[in-house]
């Protein structure tokens, strides 16, 4: 479970496309894996500026998870998002997380990195690095790509 910004040209909402974060214009598109990596659902693009917690709220995935009991390791930024969501420790107040801390956060980024390589596939996709289209348009080409990952 995880969420990325693919970068797109301003032709859409204009500044609700900008995202702070990634520090340019696109949509923020949210993933769903299997424990392999292999890629379950791609979500209709959502503005730039949405948080990641924001956007898996609006998609129901925190319900869903909640309700079907599924485990979803996630990163910092879905902190609060509750339920079945796990996310790794973060520092707090400049103090240094504790050896047990420091390593339950290693097998936490060891099992997140199928996740981190489906987006890297879904990165590989030119479309993704830099649109010219408009990002009303993306969610349709996020969903032909979900189809032509999952039939390759």
């Not at 292999?38 to 956007?55: F, H, K, M, N, Q």
């Not at 909640?66 to 796990?86: H, N, Q, S, T, V």
Request: glycine share 8%.
């Amino acid at each position: 479970m995880g969420g990325t910004i693919a970068e797109c040209d301003r032709a859409g909402d204009g500044d609700g496309d900008h995202s702070g974060k990634a520090r340019r214009h696109g949509v923020n598109i949210q993933t769903v894996t299997d424990p392999a990596g292999e890629l379950i659902w791609y979500s209709p693009a959502l503005p730039g500026r949405t948080a990641d917690t924001t956007a898996a709220r609006t998609h129901h995935i925190v319900t869903v998870c909640e309700r079907l009991r599924i485990p979803a390791l996630a990163d910092k930024a879905y902190e609060g998002a509750g339920g079945a969501f796990c996310t790794p420790f973060k520092r707090h107040c400049g103090r240094d997380l504790t050896v047990h801390q420091k390593s339950v956060n290693r097998a936490h980024a060891r099992l997140r990195s199928p996740v981190e390589r489906a987006f890297a596939r879904l990165k590989n996709w030119r479309i993704f690095r830099h649109a010219r289209c408009s990002p009303n348009r993306l969610t349709s080409i996020v969903q032909a790509v979900l189809t032509l990952e999952q039939h390759r």
